[in-house]
Structure formats: structure tokens, C-alpha cells
Nanobody
Framework: QVHVVESGGGLVQAGGSLRLSCAAS????????MGWFRQAPGKEREFVAA????????YYTDSVKGRFTISRDNAENTVYLQMNSLKPEDTAVYYC??????????????????WGQGTQVTVSS
């Protein structure tokens, strides 16, 4: 069992930055691929970014490329999402998720077995 907890959300003006953190329990955290998803009101949950178990590979949805950076610290069992140049359309609840199997379908929410409770990000115009 893996327990995942997000933090770092908040209210920021457009153009600002936030850094989300995702702390995960479990001795095998370093073997898990990790992903960030978000869900805006009235919309489906969507993929944002993912990182391989080693951190060597990262993936992003097109709308955040060049603005968001995913990283991980396996010694600290933590994954980060640095969000810069935030836009009002980035407003959503952001979820961190763990994939124990490292699926190539990193943007598919169904491959992630463990999810956090989410953290709200609100970007004002």
C-alpha cells in the first residue's frame, strides 16, 4: 500500500509560480513512475505530467510544456511540480498518483494505482 499526499496549492495571480509537492510512503517509492493530473470544475480529469522511476524520463501535456517541470527526490520519497507562468486556465485540483508498474501509458489515469486527495490551485486573472 502506498499513501500519497499533495501540498503546495494556493491562490496566485496570472504569471506567478507555485511548487506542488507529493510525499509518498513506502520503501519501494523509487521504483514507481509518478504522475500529476488535474481536474477543473465541470471537466474531466486530465494528465499534466509524469516522471519515470529514475527521473530520467519526463512527459508533459502540450498546454504546460515549457512552463511546468516535474522532478523527484527518491531519497525523500517526494515528487515535485514546479509551475511557472501560470494562467487562469491552470485553475484546478491537482492530483498526484503512483504507478507501481511504470506503464508506457503514462498519460492514462487508469494505470495509476494510488492517488492523493488533491490540492487546489487557483490562478486569478
Amino acid at each position: 500500500q502506498v499513501h500519497v499526499v499533495e501540498s503546495g496549492g494556493g491562490l496566485v495571480q496570472a504569471g506567478g509560480s507555485l511548487r506542488l509537492s507529493c510525499a509518498a510512503s513506502g520503501r519501494t517509492f523509487s521504483r514507481y513512475a509518478m504522475g500529476w493530473f488535474r481536474q477543473a470544475p465541470g471537466k474531466e480529469r486530465e494528465f499534466v505530467a509524469a516522471i519515470s522511476w529514475s527521473g530520467a524520463s519526463t512527459y508533459y501535456t502540450d498546454s504546460v510544456k515549457g512552463r511546468f517541470t516535474i522532478s523527484r527526490d527518491n531519497a525523500e520519497n517526494t515528487v515535485y511540480l514546479q509551475m511557472n507562468s501560470l494562467k487562469p486556465e491552470d485553475t484546478a485540483v491537482y492530483y498526484c498518483a503512483a504507478d507501481p508498474w511504470g506503464s508506457v501509458k503514462y498519460s492514462d489515469a487508469s494505470v495509476y494505482d494510488y492517488w492523493g486527495q488533491g490540492t487546489q490551485v487557483t490562478v486569478s486573472s
